[in-house]
């Protein structure tokens, strides 16, 4: 019996068939699972990277304060309140702002609400609006605007100082300003009272005499009684006004003027005394009898 060796070939392996075994099913979904929730570990680590970077910013000054406040007494002398300054007075002093505070001597700049501290101080008559800002470490800064006189109210029972918008500064008792235009016809009591609608009329009387003295000179005197019949008495001239168009009516009789020989803004008392403006497209002029 003879025996015959044989060579034995090597297999090849088909590339295709070992990238199909690469690719199979389990193995794939495996490789995508880790790649998400790889993805998901970076994007949730710059998100948290993002949002400390964020109220590192926000947090700064304000910061300070809340770890002032949760320390307590060991921390609060480092925060009194130790200088208070305003700016933006005229007829307001510093002392009556100071005053509206009410801050405790050993009041601490964290413990302090800007917004309500403006509000005091805008309780008083003759400010308009405040604004109120914490300069660490002891100082609080205020920037005033204050109201500025526009009108005397002559009332029965005493003459009342009044801004452009209705809003009581003063009472001046029998006292007088004749550098501002009066208004008449005022119920003093109820603008006392300082309600939108007791207010109106003044704030119409004031919008009136400004527009009126700009062009005439000398001090409007305004009866606004009566809204819809708005009485003028300026430089020996009577005008009547409609609250509803005055701007308009004041407009057409400026355009009439030149054409109005007889009526003349000298004090001295002009033929034409009486001009009433409360119809539309018309200027009616009454001349002394």
């Given amino acids: 019996m003879s025996l015959r060796w044989r060579k034995v070939r090597p297999v090849k392996v088909n590339p295709r068939a070992n990238a199909r075994s690469e690719s199979a099913p389990g193995r794939h979904r495996t490789g995508e699972t880790g790649g998400y929730w ?17 109220t590192v910013l926000v947090g700064g000054c304000s910061g300070l ?3 002032a406040r949760e320390v307590g007494p060991l921390t609060r002398e480092w925060f009194l309140v130790r200088s208070v300054s305003v700016s933006g007075l005229h007829h307001v002093t510093r002392k009556e702002v100071i005053g509206r505070l009410a801050l405790k001597p050993d009041t601490a700049l964290y413990s302090i609400n800007p917004s309500w501290l403006a509000d005091r101080i805008k309780t008083h008559p003759w400010i308009k609006d405040a604004t109120v800002v914490l300069k660490p470490l002891h100082e609080i800064h205020i920037d005033i605007v204050e109201r500025e006189p526009a009108v005397v109210v002559r009332t029965l029972a005493e ?3 009044a801004d452009s918008d209705g809003f009581l500064l003063a009472h001046l008792g029998s006292a007088d300003d004749p550098t501002l ?3 008449s016809g005022v119920d003093g009591k109820r603008l006392v009272q300082g309600k939108p609608d007791d207010r109106r009329p003044v704030q119409v009387g004031a919008a009136l005499a400004r527009m009126v003295g700009q062009t005439t000179g000398g ?5 606004v009684g009566n809204l819809n019949n708005l009485v003028v008495e300026v430089q020996g001239v009577t005008f009547q006004f409609s609250e509803s168009s005055m701007n308009q009516q004041w407009y057409r ?7 109005l020989r007889d009526v003349a803004f000298d004090g001295e008392g002009a033929r034409a005394n009486e001009i009433d403006l409360r119809f539309a497209d ?3 002029v009454r001349g002394r009898g």
Avoid: E, Q
């Fill in 65 to 67: 304060f809340v770890l």
């Fill in 159 to 161: 003459n009342l100082l």
């Fill in 181 to 183: 235009p009066m208004l």
């Fill in 282 to 284: 018309r200027v009616i």
């Fill in 253 to 259: 009789f400026l355009k009439m003027r030149p054409a």
């Fill in 38 to 54: 790889s993805r998901l570990g970076r994007g949730l680590l710059i998100t948290l990277r993002v949002v400390a970077t964020v």
């Fill in 219 to 223: 001090r409007p005197d305004i009866n």
